[in-house]
């Protein structure tokens, strides 16, 4: 069989074998109950003590929000002032300078959203400071916010009738500490003894064998990227992202890092089931993801293996498949697999650029992030999915005429209007922003308000829309990647991705919590002949259908406009 | 909501000492025991750094292997892909171009015989491999511009070329910068 196809099985395989455990005891350590790592609460203890938090305070769902709310808006305001400063500030070996205001705006937020949308490139935009206090600081605290959301969820539905959806200082200091650090260790050795650099040394230069001198770009990366995989961030330390050969040095941290960001989200589905005490339901939502994502995994892989045909026109071997943007040592299967992974769960980061993928599989990416719950996020991949579960739920009772329920407890009218609000959030964010920019690209781009270059389209036709579409598609789904060649860091993309970004993080986030905490306070209806079961496969093909619908109602016209478009006018 | 004001800042700062320097700096000395110390791993000849194994090098000379076009012509003070789209007539007519330039300078190729990745920019723009094929089709160009046996530059070629991971994962592939270090440490 071929080798790289056996690669992309054994990433997958290994995928499963460490979440499935993972899950298990994510969903003791959450509960509190007695577990291995243990060792490590005075650790915990002296976090609670010096920051004056009782972990053990018990808060209904707004006050659980209203924490989670503050200290986000803190790294907002922190990180802002320290992007625009970077340059005065210690820790700049290369002498970058500071952020203009735009882009520390964008950078911030996307930064504290868990996107990494990177309007910079790392190697000039930020220093070793902001590297490591701002980025890598909220790739950790980012994720574990969005971890810390879901949990509270967990709880709402373990109880019979609760108002206490826990602590959110207790879930987010665990996620970190039981979690988050421990995985980020053993990556970032893994790659720091592959190749990738540690050491706080700034730039090398030296003159190559052909007598060239050649500069190269390093730092302490290895820490960085570690974390940017486990916790679903995706934003890299290089421009070129995990392409970048210090970044992802060979074939072994290819597999590492496309693991690393998988197992969080595959095991938060799996510990929702056991912190409920309903496996079946996890397994089952479980398997309506994987097939999902193989759905949008295998034509990606074909097609990028079938090549450009407009190269194969010019008669050249692509015996290995379309190489564009890809790199050798991973090849095209391997990058094929990784853009899918990145896309269905919101990490972002890339080990080939997108922009050059073929139209199919742009049309696979974009997909992935619109229905943006196929594992989903690092946390948020579950809350997305359970908004989709309210709406199945609710249109299954009213197929059948009965109120509907969920877990033993009535979905009701304000439950439902919430979820109907986040489901059409996503489309309104993506499509008016992409119907703005197109505008303004085609009627005011000799405007002197700061574009450069003069156009910001990378490529012509419906490459160019679909690089809009992506843009904006990444910012709602805090994915993070891009079509790369679109020029967008000028106040435009800025500020109206920064709005993008912001709504598209906090209102999902929000909005499930809400409803879990708004159902959790109903009475509690035990099971009988006449309940919904949600645990079946009948309903897991519902919420599939649901999911599907909802996705091709919204999007298809955009899609049509942008990579089907490209990929039948390149069959001409 | 005081309260919670005051709790973020003093678990900010808490967390600021645990994951930016606790964290990074015991990678960092953990780095320090790997092939080129947490530095990056640098290749020396005659005492002298030549290059990074892992960065590729821009190599014009008809005497050495070439690597993949770049769209940053392998400085790596930075990174980036072209991202050109597929459909992009101006990539289209590089991509030609370069074909066209490959032909030149090996005449006794055929189209079909040229491998894709040598007419397309890699993803970083600093990619340190071939695959084997495009490695190759340059054997009997280096082997006229040095006047070596073919044979023997092909021999050269087969020992560094890099097998999948333990054999089973992922593609081969030659790293451009030490085949051509061993190609001049040919005589």
């Known amino acids: 069989m071929n080798t790289e196809l056996l690669g992309i099985i054994a990433s997958f395989v290994v995928t499963l074998l460490i979440a499935i455990p993972l899950g298990k005891y994510l969903a003791k350590m959450y509960a509190g109950e007695k577990i291995w790592t243990d060792f490590l609460k005075p650790i915990e203890t002296g976090i609670y003590k010096l920051s004056g938090i009782n972990p053990k305070e018990p808060m209904n769902w707004k006050q659980f929000l209203k924490a989670m709310m503050t200290i986000n808006i803190l790294w907002l305001v922190y990180g802002f002032f320290v992007l625009i400063y970077q340059d005065k500030l210690p820790l700049n070996p290369d002498g970058n300078p500071g952020q203009s205001a735009d882009l520390a705006f964008n950078t911030i937020i996307s930064f504290v959203v868990n996107c990494n949308l990177q309007h910079y490139s790392g190697e000039t935009g930020a220093t070793y400071l902001t590297q490591h206090f701002i980025f890598m600081f909220l790739h950790f605290t980012s994720a574990a916010t969005g971890m810390a959301c879901a949990v509270a969820v967990f709880k709402a539905f373990k109880d019979k009738t609760t108002t206490d959806l826990g602590n959110f200082w207790e879930f987010f200091v665990k996620s970190i500490t039981r979690v988050l650090l421990p995985l980020s260790i053993v990556v970032a050795v893994i790659l720091t003894f592959n190749g990738t650099p540690s050491s706080y040394a700034g730039k090398d230069k030296f003159i190559s064998l052909q007598g060239d001198t050649v500069n190269v770009s390093r730092g302490p990366a290895a820490a960085f990227i570690a974390i940017k995989h486990v916790g679903t961030n995706g934003g890299g330390w290089f421009g070129a992202n995990s392409a970048h050969p210090l970044e992802n040095p060979n074939y072994l941290t290819n597999m590492v890092e496309v693991i690393a960001q998988v197992i969080l989200p595959v095991a938060m589905v799996l510990a929702f089931g056991y912190y409920i005490r309903r496996k079946k339901l996890a397994w089952i939502i479980f398997g309506v993801m994987t097939i999902g994502v193989f759905m949008l995994m295998i034509p990606t892989i074909t097609s990028e293996l079938a090549g450009n045909p407009l190269i194969a026109k010019m008669g050249v071997s692509q015996i290995t498949g379309a190489m564009e943007g890809k790199e050798v040592r991973f090849g095209p299967t391997a990058t094929a697999y990784w853009s899918t992974m990145t896309t269905v769960i919101s990490t972002g980061s890339v080990n080939g650029m997108h922009d050059s993928t073929m139209a199919l599989t742009g049309l696979w990416q974009l997909l992935a992030m619109m229905i943006n719950s196929l594992y989903g996020g690092c946390g948020v991949g579950v809350l997305n999915y359970f908004i989709y579960l309210i709406i199945a739920v609710f249109i299954s009772g009213l197929m059948v005429g009965r109120t509907p329920e969920f877990l033993g407890h009535k979905v009701e009218a304000r439950e439902v209007k919430i979820a109907a609000i986040i489901t059409l959030l996503s489309p309104f964010l993506i499509l008016a922003g992409t119907a703005i920019s197109t505008y303004v690209f085609t009627n005011h781009l000799g405007g002197d308000w700061a574009v450069k270059p003069s156009t910001w389209l990378n490529n012509p036709g419906h490459h160019g829309f679909s690089e809009m579409l992506y843009e904006y598609t990444s910012s709602n789904a805090n994915n993070g990647s891009g079509f790369e060649g679109l020029g967008d860091g000028n106040i435009f993309w800025n500020v109206t991705t920064g709005i993008v970004l912001i709504l598209g993080r906090f209102l999902p986030i929000i909005g499930p919590v809400a409803i879990a905490g708004l159902l959790a306070q109903k009475k509690y209806i035990p099971e009988s002949a006449g309940t919904l079961k949600i645990d079946t496969k009948t309903f897991g093909l519902m919420t599939f259908a649901v999911i599907l619908v909802l996705n091709a109602l919204s999007y298809f016209p955009a899609l049509a406009l942008g990579p089907l478009a490209e990929y039948f006018s390149m069959l001409k | ?187």
């Open chain 2, 1 to 187: 909501m005081k309260t919670f004001i005051i709790q973020s800042i003093r678990l900010t700062l808490v967390l600021t000492v645990v994951l930016c320097v606790i964290y990074p700096l015991s990678i960092m000395l953990i780095g320090k025991a790997s092939k080129g110390a947490g530095n990056g791993e640098t290749i020396t000849v005659n005492g002298k750094v030549v290059g990074y194994a892992n960065i590729g090098q821009s190599f014009t000379k008809p005497q050495y292997f070439w690597g993949r076009p770049s769209a940053v012509a392998y400085n790596a003070a930075g990174s980036a892909g072209s991202n050109k789209g597929p459909s992009n007539p101006e990539y289209l007519k590089d991509v030609n171009s370069r074909i066209d330039t490959l032909l030149k300078y090996h005449p006794y190729l055929k189209r079909s015989d040229i491998p894709s990745d040598l007419v397309t920019a890699s993803g970083s723009g600093l990619d340190p491999d071939i695959s084997p094929d495009a490695a190759r089709v340059q054997v009997e160009r280096v082997a006229k511009y040095r006047k070596l046996d073919e044979q023997k530059v092909a021999a050269l070629l087969t020992n560094n070329t890099e097998k999948p991971l333990w054999g089973v994962f992922g593609p081969s592939k030659v790293n451009v910068l030490k085949l051509n270090i061993a190609l001049d440490q040919l005589k």
